[in-house]
C-alpha cells in the first residue's frame, strides 16, 4: 500500500508560480508512474501530468503544456509539479496519483491505483 501527501497548494495571481510536492511512503517509489490530475467545482477530474518511474518520459495535455513542469526525486519519494504563468482558470483541487503497473495510457485516471487527498490551488485574476 503506498500512501500519498500532496503539499504546496494556495492562493496566487495571475501569472504567478507554485510548487506542488507529492510525498509518498513505501520502498518502492521508484518503481511507480507517477501523475498529476485536477479538479475544478462542478467539472470532471482531468489530467495535468505524468512522468515515468525513472523520469525519463514526461506527459502533459496542451492546456498546461510550456507553463507546468513534473518531476520527481525517487531519493526522497517526491514527485513535483512545477506552474508557472498561472491563469484563472487553473483553480482546481490537484491530486496526486501513483501506479505500480498499469494497461492504461498515463493520461488515464483509470491508470492509477493510489491518489492523496487534494491540495487547493486558487489563481486569482
Known amino acids: 500500500q503506498v500512501q500519498l501527501v500532496e503539499s504546496g497548494g494556495g492562493l496566487v495571481q495571475a501569472g504567478g508560480s507554485l510548487r506542488l510536492s507529492c510525498a509518498a511512503s513505501?520502498?518502492?517509489?521508484?518503481?511507480?508512474?507517477m501523475g498529476w490530475f485536477r479538479q475544478a467545482p462542478g467539472k470532471e477530474r482531468e489530467f495535468v501530468a505524468a512522468?515515468?518511474?525513472?523520469?525519463?518520459?514526461?506527459y502533459y495535455p496542451d492546456s498546461v503544456k510550456g507553463r507546468f513542469t513534473i518531476s520527481r526525486d525517487n531519493t526522497k519519494n517526491t514527485v513535483y509539479l512545477q506552474m508557472s504563468s498561472l491563469k484563472p482558470e487553473d483553480t482546481a483541487v490537484y491530486y496526486c496519483a501513483g501506479s505500480s503497473s498499469s494497461p492504461y495510457y498515463p493520461t488515464a485516471i483509470r491508470g492509477y491505483d493510489y491518489w492523496g487527498q487534494g491540495t487547493q490551488v486558487t489563481v486569482s485574476s
Open positions: 512522468i515515468s518511474s525513472t523520469g525519463s518520459t514526461t
Open positions: 513505501g520502498r518502492t517509489f521508484s518503481s511507480y508512474r
